[in-house]
């Protein structure tokens, strides 16, 4: 096996544990067992549990922002029906049988209080989907105080589903968007 494809049964297998078990859950002999590499080669890859976490989250972080910008982009072409789509990405991602939440909400959750590059990431992250919808709402028109309204939805339908397991927290939010919108529009 090479560098790159062991590096990816890592990051792979590490991206599954940690979202089903969380991340102090996970030990490296887990993860390494899991990924089915050896010790060494998990340390020469990753010499500290820090540097997976980080890199499962870029992997996140890049697998969100395809994904939802992909989706927005197969909307209906008017600039509300793309703001609208953030909504229906939503409710297909909570309808997975493996949705556990916002991997960034779950890591910050568990380590943002004491793993301050953690912290950084998941707020880069966060502040990167305001700035998108931000872009949005500008080319329906609207403010950014409309694209921080409809980010905070869309944050609270994420919270609200993996607790719950109930797919609707996503309708919820789009029916509350939708009226946002329609306001702000009008």
């Known amino acids: 096996m090479?560098?790159?494809?062991?590096?990816?049964?890592?990051?792979?297998a590490a991206?599954?544990?940690y979202y089903q078990k969380g991340y102090s859950a996970v030990g490296m002999d887990e993860l390494r067992a899991y990924a089915g590499v050896s010790?060494?080669?998990?340390?020469?890859?990753?010499?500290s549990k820090n540097d997976i976490i980080t890199a499962v989250l870029a992997r996140k972080r890049d697998e969100w922002e395809s994904g939802l910008t992909g989706w927005v982009a197969t909307a209906?072409?008017?600039a509300r029906g793309r703001l609208l789509a953030i909504y229906t990405y939503l409710e297909d991602w909570f309808s997975t049988d493996s949705f556990r939440g916002c991997a960034f909400i779950n890591a910050?959750?568990?380590?943002?209080?004491?793993?301050?590059?953690?912290?950084?990431?998941?707020r880069e992250q966060k502040a990167s989907f305001q700035r998108y919808?931000?872009?949005?709402?500008?080319?329906?028109?609207?403010?950014?105080n409309l694209a921080a309204q409809l980010s905070i939805?869309?944050?609270?339908?994420?919270?609200?589903?993996?607790?719950?397991?109930?797919?609707s927290a996503a309708r919820q939010a789009r029916q509350?968007?939708?009226?946002l919108i329609d306001a702000a529009l009008a």
């Open 39 to 47: 010790l060494r080669r998990l340390y020469a890859l990753f010499p």
């Open 76 to 78: 209906p072409e008017d």
């Open 108 to 122: 910050f959750g568990e380590l943002g209080g004491t793993n301050p590059e953690v912290a950084t990431l998941v």
């Open 133 to 144: 919808v931000s872009t949005l709402t500008r080319d329906a028109g609207a403010t950014d």
């Open 15 to 17: 991206e599954e544990l």
């Open 176 to 179: 509350a968007a939708e009226t």
């Open 153 to 167: 939805l869309a944050e609270g339908a994420q919270s609200t589903a993996a607790i719950s397991a109930d797919p």
């Open 2 to 12: 090479n560098v790159e494809e062991a590096r990816e049964r890592i990051l792979a």
